[in-house]
């Protein structure tokens, strides 16, 4: 719960629950289907009274701007725009990295904001944009994810919701993750069409909070600062373990696919309880011998990259840092192995 006096643009929460250390920016992931109000949920947002900087992240496929994504920001109550060219590869990964990177890189420009919205496209897998945070949060981000909130069309939003196969799969994910499920455009609905389409978002997310809205007008404190993720390791985390090592050295670049591909492909690693790992996310920064850069570690389910960074070594020490997330995770089996097969000068390499 946050202070509402109007003087006091730095609202700090004061609940009890160990929430996320001060000074880092809550962001709000805003995700639905096509067309079902997030964007003018967003411009709502912005225009409303508040004192806060926020930063907005589109992240959309307009027509022949697949590889720009537009950038507003609202200081001051003014609203102005900046383009920033991203690299986009595939849909669920890249465009989430970047655009968590993209947010760094404003913040080094234009300073710190106080939150930031990012809308996902409505094709989005909200639950692959949320992990990047959680990620990042390990790593020491100034980012932590505060909510993930999902409109829905009353009208088209779940017409077809368990008929049309696609959307289907993707609005019930957007709904199973979401901590606050907005259904939109009641003007276009009865009150019975209204209850049907409640009693199914129900039916998916029996936690979920409900609020019907036109034209996506919503009490600004309903959506913002919801430290969904403060203390929720008992629900959407539940079972899902972080695992974080550094290792000082060089590592076998070969060695380090095959032990990648052992556990997110061949899951060949189990923990005490002979359970086999399995990893939803995994990022690093890591060492190879005969490189002078640092070499990021991405990888999203069985998915994974590494790219040479911009960052070198220099006379930093070489540590490798490695931060893993899914179920089953045991952190001494993994660095025992990580150790022993794919670091350089253990006994095997
Ligand atoms: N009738 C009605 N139309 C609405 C309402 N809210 C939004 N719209 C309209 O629905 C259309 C889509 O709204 P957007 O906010 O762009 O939807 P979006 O989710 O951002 O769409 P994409 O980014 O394309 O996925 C626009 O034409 C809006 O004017 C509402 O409550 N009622
Ligand atoms: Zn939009």
Not at 313 to 342: A, H
């Amino acid at each position: 719960m946050l202070d509402e006096d109007d003087d006091c643009p730095e609202l700090v929460p004061i609940d009890t629950q160990p929430g996320p250390p001060v000074g880092q920016i809550p962001v709000t992931i805003i995700t639905g289907y096509l067309g079902a109000g997030k964007t003018t949920l967003l411009n709502y947002i912005l225009t409303e009274q508040h004192n806060k900087r926020i930063a907005v992240i589109l992240n959309e496929f307009g027509e022949g701007s697949a590889l720009e994504k537009s950038l507003a920001v609202s200081q001051a109550g003014e609203l102005y725009e900046e383009w920033l060219e991203l690299r986009n590869g595939c849909l669920c990964c890249s465009v989430k990295d970047n655009g968590l990177k993209a947010i760094e890189n404003l913040m080094e420009k234009k300073g710190k904001f106080d939150y930031i919205l990012l809308e996902t496209t409505g094709l989005a897998d909200p639950g692959a944009v949320a992990s990047m945070f959680w990620v990042d949060a390990e790593l020491g981000s100034d980012i932590y994810l505060d909510g993930i909130v999902t409109v829905i069309d009353a009208k088209y939003g779940l017409q077809c919701l368990f008929t049309c196969h696609l959307k289907s799969a993707l609005s019930f994910r957007q709904i199973a993750v979401a901590d606050l499920t907005i259904i939109n455009k009641t003007d276009l609905v009865t009150e019975e069409e209204l209850k049907e389409v409640k009693d199914t978002v129900r039916s998916i997310n029996g936690l979920v909070k409900i609020i019907e809205t036109q034209r996506s007008r919503v009490d600004l404190s309903e959506v913002l600062d919801l430290h969904s993720f403060d203390s929720k390791d008992g629900l959407l985390l539940k079972s899902i373990l972080t695992v974080t090592f550094e290792i000082a050295g060089d590592l076998s670049e070969d060695a380090l696919n095959a032990f990648i591909q052992d556990l997110l492909w061949e899951k060949i690693f189990c923990n005490k309880e002979g359970q086999p790992m399995s990893v939803i996310r995994l990022k690093g920064i890591v060492s190879f011998a005969d490189k002078g850069h640092q070499v990021m570690l991405q990888g999203v389910h069985e998915l994974y990259e590494l790219n040479e960074t911009q960052q070198l070594w220099e006379e930093n020490p070489r540590i490798n840092r490695l931060v893993f997330i899914g179920r089953n995770l045991d952190k001494d089996i993994l660095q025992e192995k990580f150790v022993s097969t794919v670091l350089l000068g253990s006994e095997k390499n």
